[in-house]
């Protein structure tokens, strides 16, 4: 019973029962804070929650064998470290974007309770001491997302937290800054390592932060590794357990770093599908109990927001357009997924929801 009712209660905050168009419209114009709300639950529900949890941890010895908590007193629940962090911008994202938004003083205290200096200091020591590739790129670039968010929020707690959270924010830009000059190839998976994903949240706080020296190298190796590209294969989309479009990734990573002619010119050779996109159809979810199949959803809310950050960018309204609307039936067909009743999806699919809504603009 209490599945079919927060289905039910999503379905009508979503406005489900309209024809597709106007319902997506509805979803992206018209959602009040207390719709929002569902999706901040989510990470507040899972901020805090230790177990179940994946470390992917290289063990040194044996005394690396901590507690998630002891490990990363900052981003300890989430199921791993890096939803955890993603967790913390979407709270950050929900109270910039909509206000009010329903139990706003909790999340501040909750993101206070988290974002400190001890447990900052604490976070980069595990960098550190682990692996070079731990969280390479997905989650350096989810937490250089978070302090982009944070340095952008007009707030005196935003900015606490960005003060406490900058060295880490620092570490992980050096972390790039020594990476991206030694690897000569991307990574072009639809799953976490993907290098034009990475690249581009990078890039975002590079801009937020004026750190012009780290804009720049993110741009030239962007033309490095892909200004050459033509005819990406968008019908191999999806792999089985995607959560991010390869192609797609690509060419919002490009339309950020290209001035917007030479965009359209790449674009066009890249991916010239963007024309024709009746065959472009959301990803059918076929059991979203299972933690790799559920990563769809995922895929569903990333296209969209790709389409909408590339729709931005093409200048022409009527193409412009048509992008958008593909979008909204790729949000149409997950958004009332994500919900607390499979953690396997609900530890994460929350922060994509809220990226793809706040991506339209």
């Not at 941890?57 to 005394?63: G, I």
């Not at 000569?184 to 993907?194: C, K, Q």
């Not at 750190?211 to 892909?226: G, N, P, V, W």
């Amino acid at each position: 019973m209490r599945n079919l009712t927060m289905i039910a209660l999503t379905m009508l905050s979503l406005g489900l029962g309209r024809p597709a168009q106007a319902e997506a419209q509805q979803t992206l114009d018209s959602m009040s804070g207390t719709d929002i709300a569902r999706f901040t639950q989510l990470a507040m529900d899972c901020i805090p929650q230790e177990y179940p949890n994946k470390l992917n941890q290289v063990l040194a010895d044996a005394s690396q064998l901590q507690p998630p908590k002891v490990l990363h007193p900052a981003f300890y629940g989430c199921y791993d470290w890096h939803s955890s962090v993603h967790g913390h911008w979407m709270l950050v994202k929900a109270l910039k974007a909509y206000d009010p938004l329903p139990g706003r003083d909790a999340i501040i205290a909750r993101l206070g309770t988290s974002l400190t200096p001890e447990h900052i200091a604490a976070e980069v020591a595990y960098f550190e001491q682990d692996s070079k590739s731990w969280e390479r790129m997905y989650g350096w670039a989810w937490l250089l997302q978070l302090q982009n968010e944070l340095l952008s929020w007009e707030d005196p707690n935003g900015q606490a937290m960005a003060q406490a959270l900058q060295p880490l924010a620092d570490y992980l830009r050096d972390r790039y800054m020594e990476f991206l000059p030694i690897q000569v190839y991307p990574v072009r998976t639809g799953v976490h390592p993907n290098t034009a994903f990475g690249m581009s949240f990078a890039y975002d706080y590079a801009l937020t932060a004026d750190d012009q020296e780290f804009a720049a190298l993110i741009a030239s190796t962007a033309r490095r590794y892909y200004g050459g590209d033509e005819g990406c294969p968008m019908a191999w989309e999806p792999s089985g357990e995607d959560f991010l479009s390869p192609c797609l990734e690509e060419a919002a990573l490009m339309s950020r770093v290209l001035p917007a002619e030479e965009f359209a010119e790449w674009l066009a050779r890249f991916l010239p599908q963007l024309d024709d996109l009746d065959g472009f159809t959301p990803a059918d979810v076929s059991d979203r109990t299972d933690p790799k199949i559920v990563h769809l959803d995922g895929l569903n809310l990333s296209r969209a927001w790709n389409l909408f950050i590339i729709a931005n960018r093409v200048g022409d309204d009527a193409r412009a357009e048509a992008l958008r609307d593909k979008a909204r039936q790729h949000l149409d067909a997950s958004l009332p997924h994500v919900t607390g009743d499979h953690y396997v999806g609900s530890h994460w699919l929350g922060s994509f929801a809220i990226y793809a809504l706040t991506r339209e603009q």
